[in-house]
């Protein structure tokens, strides 16, 4: 346990940035499944809705610093292909 009073804030900084990054990461996994379910259901309009908005959020996600630009531009990618394979 943190004695000095600068270590108790960084505690308390620390628990409230994971707890902002989990919630940010939620709902970025949630829109990526909602692209590979609307995949799945060959809804290619709604397929392609669902691409934007994760690319945006994976975009956001890079520039907070929560993913490493190559893991966003790896996952676009592949549901970009999921969605040409589907035409």
Do not use: C, E, W, Y
């Amino acid at each position: 346990m943190a004695h000095h009073k600068a270590a108790k804030k960084h505690i308390r900084q620390t628990k409230k940035r994971t707890a902002r990054n989990r919630s940010f990461m939620s709902s970025v996994r949630t829109q990526v499944k909602s692209v590979s379910a609307a995949v799945g259901d060959n809804n290619t309009q709604k397929a392609i809705d669902s691409l934007k908005k994760a690319q945006s959020l994976l975009a956001k996600s890079v520039k907070k610093n929560l993913m490493h630009k190559n893991t966003a531009s790896r996952r676009v990618a592949k549901l970009a292909s999921q969605i040409k394979a589907m035409s």
